[in-house]
């Protein structure tokens, strides 16, 4: 009777895992934008202008003494302020820069003036850097936490808008040219 006793629960207790398994949907991020920033990421390492961050800033973010090589999407707003999306295409250094600084130029030296986030594709904000005449330092994350939300926004419908989702009743397996697209030319 043991015997049978001993396999029942083992069956049992393999039948519970196996239905809450069942039961448990897969896992997601915390946060919605948190996938798309992912999303994000991708669109700038695939179709990002080769560039590098600033030693100075690549020291206090904690990336390294040296510059440091990136792929970055910018864009400059109305008034002045560009707003970028970096991603560390080093090896070692996996890392997005998010910033949006102005430049500025008084008699004869160019500096920059705004705000630069250190996150990862999680879209966890790890650093938060304030750039102005004087330099560049360490703030506390809460005190641009809105501002950083805001900037993640706007990368996502950038990238919304560089990348339509389409509804169209087009054959999947028809290009854009085949459909009735025009070619690009360059």
Known sequence: MKRYYGKFLIAALALIAI???????APTPPYADQAELSKVEEWVLSQGAVESIAPELAA?????SDRLPVKLKSFRTSDGVSRTFAVSNHPRQKAIVISALKTMVDRMQIYSVGTAWLTDRSGI?????????SGASVVSNTSRAAEFKDIK????????????TTSSSR???ISATAAGGKKETK
């Open 19 to 25: 239905s809450l398994l069942a039961q448990s949907p």
């Open 60 to 64: 206090i973010l904690g990336l390294g």
């Open 125 to 133: 904000l790890h650093e938060t850097i304030r750039v102005d005449a």
């Open 153 to 164: 926004a706007f990368f996502v419908k950038k990238l919304e808008a560089a990348n339509p």
């Open 171 to 173: 054959s999947p397996g």
